[in-house]
């Protein structure tokens, strides 16, 4: 993540695609089915001493969806899902984030996907906050 301060006590991190991922879960008749987004932008303002001020913002390409199967990535793009053609990106923007424990956060979000029969609303992410590092190859 590449980091600006902000405001004091207020840093703004970008998103860096080379060391994190957008994955999912999805329960599937009897099994679990795993999923990434391999395109995808975002920022988290985090204010350590006021996490509640926080806020995370992803933009994710809906066509870069993949499950490792090619078959079920395809209809996933298709218009009885993600409906890639019309509705190219899905958007998640936090509303709430709640410090649960020294690196553990709630994060509640509006999410704008479009899923086959209309648009998701609500989302709620539990992560571990894993710090930040400046990267060798990052400008000061």
């Known amino acids: 993540m590449t980091v600006t301060q902000e405001a004091?006590?207020?840093?703004?991190?970008?998103?860096?695609?080379?060391?994190s991922e957008v994955g999912f879960q999805v329960r599937h008749l009897l099994t679990?089915?795993?999923?990434?987004f391999s395109d995808f932008a975002g920022t988290i303002q985090l204010d350590e001493?006021?996490?509640?001020?926080?806020?995370?913002?992803?933009?994710?390409?809906?066509?870069?969806v993949d499950?490792?199967?090619?078959?079920?990535?395809?209809?996933?793009?298709?218009?009885?899902?993600?409906?890639?053609?019309?509705?190219?990106?899905?958007?998640?923007?936090?509303?709430?984030?709640?410090?649960?424990?020294?690196d553990t956060y709630d994060v509640l979000a509006y999410a704008s996907a479009w899923i086959s029969s209309g648009w998701t609303v609500l989302v709620c992410a539990r992560r571990a906050c894993q710090g930040a590092r400046r990267l060798p190859s990052a400008s000061p």
Do not use: M, W
């Not at 004091?8 to 060391?19: E, P, Q, R």
């Not at 001493?49 to 870069?64: C, F, G, K, Y």
């Not at 409906?83 to 923007?93: E, G």
């Open 67 to 102: 499950t490792d199967t090619i078959d079920r990535d395809q209809h996933l793009r298709s218009a009885d899902f993600f409906a890639v053609d019309t509705h190219p990106t899905l958007t998640f923007r936090s509303s709430r984030v709640v410090r649960k424990s020294a």
């Open 32 to 36: 679990k089915v795993r999923g990434r």
């Open 49 to 64: 001493q006021h996490p509640e001020n926080s806020s995370v913002s992803l933009t994710i390409d809906a066509s870069s």
């Open 8 to 19: 004091v006590g207020t840093k703004l991190y970008t998103i860096d695609k080379a060391h």
